[in-house]
């Protein structure tokens, strides 16, 4: 078993975009690699051994000019193509990535940041948006400071995570970028399957606005999660959505807000033999809903619900529903079995 140890920074993004990337190097050499999240640090496993043979199939993980000009959205085209020209370069050299995995072979302390020569772009950590602030006159003042810079192959491993995983949508409205934390999930499964049926299902930003976004994302990612298992293979589980948001005001690219959109509800709702098909419904709520004017308060009060699962929350949505339900010039989403409501209920708190 070769085991490669990744420890935290706290920059939420960095650090699994990070572990992401060391599991697609690791796929790429030995055809298996498992991601989880460990507490204080990533684990990344592979039963098989590597080969440095294989350094051509890292080509595979890529992705297409799409997925890194988003990823540097925030950068002028041509700083866009040296900076992917750089990271595509490291990463088809044998000894970089030797180099890389030799140093997570054993549990050593964060990588320090700010220590390094690469800029780490807003759409890659939003915590890096205002930079490392610098004291200056005796702690009078403070200038906007300098940007977060990282080492090349932490840089590099980190844009290979996003280009790979972050699932991105946008409006006129601005962008939504979230990434799935791993429990414990086999890559192959979140890149080559369940990302790629994320991004077909959500067309782009719910009008509702970015938190409907972002419960639209979850709910699809938990289904994924339950397709998988039922298809026989190994099921990933995903910890939480970790997102950030993005406003663009005139030609500029700011920060709204970011956050953990937590699972643990829609887990348990999956979990339940009754209650499991109900996600169905509000996947088709929030894909319903997402374009269409004057449904804007159904999947918000829905994705508050689902996010803080109380009573409150769970009594304002029903009765927005069944509102929904008896006006016959609106969509009907379907009404609720009793024992599908009392069965959800079981996973409400007060």
Do not use: C
Not at 222 to 232: A, F, K, M, Q
């Amino acid at each position: 078993m070769n085991r490669y140890f990744l420890p935290k920074t706290g920059w939420e993004f960095f650090d699994v975009s990070r572990a992401y990337g060391v599991a697609i190097i690791v796929h790429a050499l030995s055809g298996d690699a498992i991601v989880s999240d460990m507490g204080g640090f990533y684990l990344i496993e592979s039963k098989r051994e590597l080969d440095f043979g294989r350094i051509d199939q890292i080509h595979r993980f890529l992705g297409d000019d799409q997925a890194w000009n988003w990823t540097f959205l925030t950068i002028g085209s041509g700083q866009r193509e040296k900076t992917k020209k750089k990271v595509v370069e490291f990463l088809r050299n044998i000894e970089n990535i030797r180099n890389i995995l030799d140093g997570l072979k054993e549990m050593k302390s964060p990588v320090s940041i700010g220590s390094g020569k690469e800029t780490l772009y807003q759409p890659m950590e939003l915590a890096a948006t205002k930079g490392i602030r610098d004291e200056i006159l005796l702690k009078k003042q403070y200038s906007e400071g300098s940007s977060v810079k990282v080492s090349i192959d932490d840089f590099s491993m980190s844009v290979l995570g996003h280009v790979n995983a972050t699932i991105r949508k946008f409006s006129n409205m601005g962008m939504v970028f979230a990434v799935p934390s791993p429990t414990r999930t086999r890559i192959l499964h979140l890149v080559d399957e369940i990302k790629k049926r994320i991004d077909d299902s959500v067309k782009g930003l719910h009008r509702a606005g970015w938190f409907p976004s972002i419960a639209q994302i979850a709910i699809n990612l938990v289904l994924e999660e339950i397709r998988v298992e039922e298809g026989g293979k190994f099921a990933p589980k995903f910890g939480s959505l970790i997102y950030g948001v993005m406003v663009k005001t005139g030609n500029q690219w700011k920060p709204l807000t970011g956050g953990i959109f937590p699972l643990d509800f829609l887990h348990q709702t999956a979990e339940s033999n009754e209650a499991k098909n109900v996600l169905n419904k509000w996947k088709n709520i929030f894909e319903w809903t997402a374009f269409r004017k004057g449904y804007e308060d159904l999947p918000t009060t829905l994705a508050e619900f689902i996010a803080n699962p109380n009573l409150s929350n769970y009594e304002r949505y029903i009765r927005l529903h069944l509102r929904n339900e008896l006006d016959n010039d609106r969509i009907s989403f379907g009404s609720y079995e009793e024992g599908i409501l009392k069965e959800v209920i079981n996973f409400v708190g007060v």
